[in-house]
T-cell receptor, first 113, second 115 residues
Framework: GENVEQHPSTLSVQEGDSAVIKCTYS??????FPWYKQELGKRPQLIID?????GEKKDQRIAVTLNKTAKHFSLHITETQPEDSAVYFC????????????FGAGTRLFVKA | IAGITQAPTSQILAAGRRMTLRCTQD?????MYWYRQDLGLGLRLIHY???????GKGEVPDGYSVSRANTDDFPLTLASAVPSQTSVYFC??????????????FGEGSRLTVL
């Protein structure tokens, strides 16, 4: 089945700096790669996603890149702000054998003011 | 619009007891999922259902069972709880197939402690 690895597990940056989180996946049939943000005590919520027919997608300060050949994808947050502090999860989704979304272990991001 | 509702919010349970976590959605999504969240391990898929009447095993299905009698409800049952099932459980739903955005909508979570 699908396996998603995520790094780093913890990331601390100064406000205004950029943050990059990287993920790899194992199932070449995966075709949808979402990123979720989970604030303390809250439910995970989708912040951006990318499909396998696209290499890069940007939404204001957030961008995702996908390299299908290497089976890795990344989240880039520019001009970080204290409210970006949260746990971020990458995920890979496949329709093979049923609709399943498999998550990485998460990255706890601290943005220091 | 409630979206997706889980109950109970929190529960302390003695080992060996049976427990059912309830999940209801009002978005008419065809797919539903149960995840458990443990520190350092992220969200792990327990069971899923692509449509009413069907279910499938996820990454960590042992010790859990689910049913999907209708579109809206997807209960998760622990037949005989063990301490390793102490976790935060999230139910989620999505619309797959036609109109598929892929996005998962999560409930607020159920914190379960097994002593």
């Amino acid at each position: 089945g699908e396996n998603v690895e995520q790094h780093p597990s913890t990331l601390s940056v100064q406000e205004g700096d950029s943050a990059v989180i990287k993920c790899t996946y194992s199932d070449s049939a995966s075709n949808y790669f979402p990123w979720y943000k989970q604030e303390l005590g809250k439910r995970p919520q989708l912040i951006i996603d990318i499909r396998s027919n696209v290499g890069e997608k940007k939404d204001q300060r957030i961008a995702v890149t996908l390299n299908k050949t290497a089976k890795h994808f990344s989240l880039h947050i520019t001009e970080t702000q204290p409210e970006d502090s949260a746990v971020y999860f990458c995920a890979a989704s496949t329709n093979t054998g049923g609709f399943k979304t498999i998550f990485g272990a998460g990255t706890r991001l601290f943005v220091k003011a | 619009i409630a979206g997706i509702t889980q109950a109970p919010t929190s529960q302390i349970l003695a080992a060996g007891r049976r427990m059912t976590l309830r999940c209801t959605q009002d978005m008419r999504h065809n797919a539903m999922y149960w995840y458990r969240q443990d520190l350092g391990l992220g969200l792990r898929l327990i069971h899923y259902s692509n449509t009413a009447g069907t279910t499938g095993k996820g990454e960590v299905p042992d010790g859990y069972s689910v049913s999907r009698a209708n579109t809206d409800d997807f209960p998760l049952t622990l037949a005989s709880a063990v301490p390793s099932q102490t976790s935060v459980y999230f139910c989620a739903s999505s619309q797959r197939g036609s109109g598929d955005t892929g996005e998962l909508f999560f409930g607020e979570g159920s914190r379960l402690t097994v002593l």
